[in-house]
């Protein structure tokens, strides 16, 4: 009943209790008389006689005879009877004799009417309340007690009290609330939920906390009553003082520079180099004010990591607490605002770390740091900047079919080549669904990438993992290879990834059986004598687990060599996913035993060179459509449908290895093939075509130049690219040609290219009816 009342608006109350017991009384007591009505003469009835009857024949003294009576089995029963007695009856004594009295406090608030309920459901910064608090006393002893009041954690009020044993104390405890930095961060995100704080009351004995109520309270306050005023010591990076700085060894430094800035002419750059793991840099100053503040942090941020990653993170601490995180490979200057909360005297510190080794060096730039006022506009989410301006070491050049900037759209393996699809299952393994607002924003959570186990793998961001565990957390080892084949020589060794190397060390002189080595580095980690169509397999512990990492079968033994086939290989590192981890501008959000899932947590805006999920997908953005790039995938075009009768279309909207007008969302290159009926294409009926683009030409996927328009099928393969040549300096080209830049008297530019020529460039270049520099 209680259980039940707990759930109802009533509550486990007096008055509610003594009414639903009441209730449950009468309604049993009406099925009683019920039952009796219905049973009539064979109802159960009650009647004294009963009792007297009992009673007579336990006090009468006739001798019970009878050829089942045995007075020695009544003796010995009376005996054990009185024995069993004495023996309870000294235990009860001994119990309540050595009795030990319970010691304890009772400790309570109660609400407005001095009972245990009506208790505030809200607070009032800076503004007195009062709340009844009770303390009893059964300690069998005098204690002095301490009574603390904190809201999250933050302690209001503290007093003593003394108490004689079983004294009560009872009186109104009046402290004031005080902004908290849970408080503040809790008013100023985008919380869907209303913030709750948690006020409680402590009572400490001997100094330690001894028992505990808390009221969780919803805490209200002027937003105008905590306007900062607080400076910042040199926030544009013009001086050399203000700000400290320290890292976690002498090979990570950090100065004021001139290299780059964003208010003329300096900058704070951290040089940070990660030869081990959990490498740290910050720079920090102390900041005070007269009061605690609600203000919006603002700086600018660049990093020189050439792609995205978030085993690299830069941070925003305020006394040490992380209030803003971003991953590396952002090469231009990025605007952060972040509504904060300051303390009266904060250690504001601005930090790069890193999670492992990386064995990289980069920097890091820090400028114009200011603290403003916040306003409602301070804590809206900004669009992630996603857009980057220089990643040397990827090369997008593989094209995805075209995605609107609107609504729902889904790219998948069947459409985007870096994405794994199995062909013969028509089946993609990844996915990445997009939901677009209005202005082209994907909001949080609106971007989500979701990669599905194939087997006892998963292929996630065009990098293949074989699993050791998955659910709720991933446990993975990167394929490094897998169904390879070799023929080795004797004494000949077969280098593979990851330091590891494969030897023939010996053959049989029958030729039925050989000798293999496995090596990492110069170590030797196994070695087996195999016949033909014999394993070899090296196994290691990873985390707990022990799997393979090697694996090879000999197909073929000769007297000075064999030949492996079906060879794997695997990382003997483990890779760990858990939920929350960032990769770039996305988050795990869920690990099950059949897929991983990421969102982004951050709005992010699609525009013109823009990357996500780690800078493994680059968008080209023209009119209203991004076309999705990879640099890890194979050209492969959308799966087309083989019908008899049928005409397939294949040009560079559904094909990347053709070229294709993403200006004006015309194809340059097509193939279009009629099936007969007895599913052939007959002569004539596979038609590509080709058209020309100002004087260039796409032939089959490349690019050629055509040195005479009116001579079309005259053409010379090309490349551009786009260099600054200083004056009077050169540059090397192709084919073992040079272009010098020499000035001439009329201030000009003479442009000259010197190269030996074969006779086949000479006539094109003499056919050409003019050459133009510029």
């Known amino acids: 009943d209680g259980f039940a009342l707990n759930y109802t608006p009533w509550g486990f109350r007096p008055n509610s209790i003594v009414i639903s017991l009441s209730l449950i009384d009468g309604i049993l007591l009406l099925i009683a008389i019920f039952q009796r009505i219905r049973l009539k003469e064979n109802a159960y009835d009650f009647s004294p006689e009963y009792v007297t009857s009992f009673y007579r024949t336990l006090m009468s003294k006739e001798q019970e005879t009878g050829p089942e009576y045995d007075p020695a089995l009544e003796k010995m029963l009376i005996k054990t009877m009185v024995i069993a007695i004495l023996i309870v009856s000294a235990m009860l004594i001994y119990a309540t004799m050595t009795r030990e009295q319970e010691k304890f406090t009772a400790f309570y608030i109660l609400g407005s009417n001095g009972k245990a309920e009506d208790y505030p459901s809200e607070i009032y910064i800076n503004k007195d309340i009062q709340l009844l608090t009770g303390i009893e006393n059964y300690e069998y ?288 393994y990844e996915q990445l669904d997009l939901s677009f607002s209005d202005d082209r924003t994907i909001d949080p959570g609106n971007a989500v990438y979701s990669s599905t186990a194939h087997g006892n793998e998963i292929t996630m961001l065009g990098l293949t993992y074989r699993i050791i565990y998955l659910n709720t957390t991933g446990i993975l080892t990167r394929v490094l290879m897998k169904g390879a084949d070799k023929k080795l020589n004797l004494g000949e060794k077969w280098t593979l990834e990851n330091g590891y190397s494969l030897s023939l060390k010996l053959v049989s002189s029958d030729g039925n059986s050989a000798m293999l080595e496995l090596r990492k580095g110069s170590s030797v980690v196994d070695s087996k004598v195999l016949g033909i169509r014999g394993v070899f397999e090296y196994r290691t512990k990873i985390e707990k687990n022990t799997v393979t990492v090697f694996k090879t079968k000999i197909d073929s033994i000769t007297l000075n060599s064999v030949k492996v086939t079906e060879t794997e290989l695997y990382s003997d590192k483990a890779t760990i996913l858990k939920i929350g981890d960032s990769n770039g501008d996305f988050k795990i959000t869920n690990i099950s035993s059949s897929e991983i899932i990421m969102e982004n947590p951050d709005p992010i805006k699609i525009e013109d060179n823009s990357l996500l999920l780690g ?130 008297s009329d201030d000009g530019i003479g442009v000259y290219i010197k190269g030996n020529m074969t006779s086949s460039q000479r006539k094109l270049f003499e056919y050409l009816n003019r050459s133009n520099f510029s």
Request: glycine fraction near 6%.
């Open 615 to 744: 800078g493994n997908i680059k968008f080209m953005v023209k009119n209203d459509m991004a076309y999705p790039y990879t640099a890890s995938g194979e050209i492969r075009g959308v799966p087309q449908s083989i019908s008899k009768g049928a005409t397939i279309t294949i040009n560079g909207s559904n094909y990347p290895g053709f070229q294709y007008d993403l200006e004006n969302n015309v194809p340059l290159e097509e193939l279009s093939m009629s099936m007969a009926y007895n599913g052939t294409v007959d002569t004539g009926n596979a038609v590509y075509r080709s058209q020309s683009r100002g004087n260039e030409l796409y032939f089959l996927g490349k690019s050629y130049w055509i040195p005479n328009p009116e001579r079309i099928n005259i053409i010379s393969g090309f490349s551009s690219i786009t260099k600054t040549i200083p004056r009077n300096g050169s540059l090397g080209l192709e084919n073992g040609f040079t272009i010098f830049l020499k000035e001439r």
């Open 141 to 428: 002893q005098p204690v002095n007690y301490t009574l603390r009041v904190q809201l999250d954690n933050r302690i209001l009020k503290e007093q003593p009290v003394y108490l004689k044993d079983k004294e009560k104390w009872l009186e109104n405890v009046t402290f004031t609330p005080l902004i908290t930095s849970s408080i503040a961060t809790s008013t100023i995100t985008l919380s869907k939920q209303e913030p709750r704080s948690k006020l409680e009351f402590i009572l400490l004995k001997d100094n330690r906390s001894y028992r505990s109520v808390h009221l969780w309270v919803k805490p209200i306050f002027d937003i105008n009553d905590f306007t900062p005023s607080i400076t910042l010591t040199n926030s544009d990076m013009e001086q050399t003082s203000g700000w400290n700085f320290t890292g976690s060894s002498d090979n990570i430094t950090g100065s004021f520079t001139n290299s780059t800035w964003i208010s003329p002419s300096h900058s704070y750059s951290i040089n940070f180099t990660a030869n081990n793991s959990r490498e740290y840099a910050e720079f920090y100053q102390n900041v005070t004010g007269d009061k605690e503040s609600i203000a919006a942090l603002s700086f600018y941020v660049k990093d020189s990591y050439p792609n995205m990653t978030s085993n690299v993170s830069k941070q925003v601490l305020i006394d040490r607490s992380v209030v803003w995180e971003g991953g590396m490979g952002n090469n231009s200057w990025e605007k952060i605002t972040v509504p904060v909360y300051f303390s009266k005297n904060a250690l504001l510190t601005f930090r790069v770390s890193n999670k492992i080794t990386m064995n990289e060096t980069f920097q890091v730039w820090w400028d114009d740091i200011k603290i403003e006022r916040y306003t409602e506009t301070s804590s809206t989410l900004t669009p992630r900047p996603v857009v980057l301006t220089n990643y040397p070491q990827l090369d997008f050049k593989v094209r995805g079919m075209a995605i609107p900037l609107k609504g729902n759209v889904t790219i998948d393996g069947r459409g985007f080549p870096g994405f794994y699809y199995d062909i013969d299952e028509d089946v993609s």
